[in-house]
């Protein structure tokens, strides 16, 4: 029985983060460091949620995921294959669905709520 003790706040980041990096041959400008709190795996190994954040830069991205996302604080700009760009910001939610291929770019700063299924 799952009970009241098992539910998690996402807003809760006391853990340090994971820091990342994309790989060099991705990333087209800046350091892109990536800080990841993840507050829940599920049992499957195939939903992962929590906090994300990243320093200005810009990078290659190719979703294999599903992947939700709020953003908290700053804006990023998301452009795919074709060039179509969309910059999302603070109190934005969205979807990127699974096959999801172009560059993610942070001009400053961006933090989010990250909600990610890969089947």
């Known amino acids: 029985m799952i009970s009241i003790e098992n539910i ?3 807003l809760s980041t006391q853990s340090p ?3 990342v990096m994309p790989g060099t041959e991705k990333i087209l400008s800046g350091q892109p460091q990536q800080n990841i709190w993840n507050v829940y795996s599920s049992a499957d190994g195939k939903m992962h949620t929590g906090i994300w954040d990243c320093q200005a830069g810009a990078w290659q991205v190719s979703y294999s995921e599903d992947e ?12 795919d294959l074709n060039g179509a760009q ?7 939610q969205f979807v990127i669905p699974a096959g ?14 990250y909600v990610i299924y890969e089947a």
């Not at 939700?68 to 452009?79: P, Y």
């Not at 969309?86 to 934005?92: N, P």
């Not at 291929?101 to 961006?110: A, D, E």
């Open 8 to 10: 998690l706040s996402l």
């Open 100 to 113: 999801f291929k172009g560059t993610w770019q942070v001009p400053s700063y961006c933090k989010k709520v």
């Open 17 to 19: 983060p994971e820091v």
């Open 68 to 79: 939700v996302c709020i953003i908290l604080a700053g804006e990023s700009i998301l452009t």
């Open 86 to 92: 969309k910059t999302v910001q603070a109190g934005d």
